[in-house]
């Protein structure tokens, strides 16, 4: 029985272990500042936001092999509550976003992808650890509660969120752009 207890006791710290590790206990701070101005080539996806990663992974690689295009940050840029609307109707706009080093390669680039300015914008921002697809659910947990209260109590209007996906940094982003104007949301699934 002593025996049993032990070894039950060790998983539990060591479950507890892993979720602090991947930001259970992370505290979420929101800010507003500038955020954007960067090239996204991207995707769009309609269905469940579970799938986005396969299309950010299949640009990710493209860019990569096919055009000698190495990026640090993917991203979703996701525009429905999922509590409110069906998977299945999920929008969403995934891909990745072009280093500066990489912006001569632009017009070539736009023969092949989809690709826009994301302009720079008055921003309600959170940062979130990285540290894998574990941080990604805490994140969305942690984080879009944080923002949502933050963007009410504001009177801000409710904006598609976009979440960058920093390797190189292991963070991840929450940008909710509350100065866009609607179109440009919408530009950006055309």
């Known amino acids: 029985m002593r025996l049993f ?6 998983a539990i710290i060591l479950i507890f272990l ?12 929101v800010v507003e500042k500038e955020a954007g101005d960067f090239w996204i080539v991207y995707e769009k996806h309609i269905g469940d936001y579970k799938e986005v990663e396969k299309v950010m992974d299949k640009i990710y690689s493209r860019l990569l092999g096919e055009d000698a295009v190495e990026t640090t940050r ?8 999922p509590k409110k609307v069906k998977k299945e109707n999920l929008r969403s706009i995934v891909g990745c976003i072009l280093e500066n080093k990489d912006e001569d390669k632009i017009e070539y680039l736009k023969e092949r992808y989809t690709i826009k300015k994301y302009p720079s914008s008055k921003s309600v921002v959170a940062e979130f650890p990285f540290k894998g697809t574990p941080s990604i659910f805490m ?10 209260e933050y963007i009410e109590h504001h009177n801000y209007a409710m904006v598609p ?18 100065s866009f104007e609607a179109k440009i949301f919408d530009d950006f699934l055309k």
Do not use: R
């Not at 207890?5 to 060790?10: A, C, E, Q």
């Not at 947990?141 to 949502?148: M, S």
């Not at 969120?161 to 509350?178: F, G, H, P, R």
């Open 5 to 10: 207890l032990s070894i039950v006791g060790l």
């Open 74 to 81: 993917g991203f979703g840029l996701y525009y429905d509550d």
């Open 161 to 178: 969120i976009m979440e960058v996906y920093d390797s190189s940094n292991k963070t991840i982003s929450y940008l909710a752009s509350v």
């Open 18 to 29: 892993l979720l602090a590790y991947y930001g259970l206990f992370t505290k979420v701070m």
């Open 139 to 148: 994140g969305i947990l942690k984080v879009y509660p944080k923002i949502t």
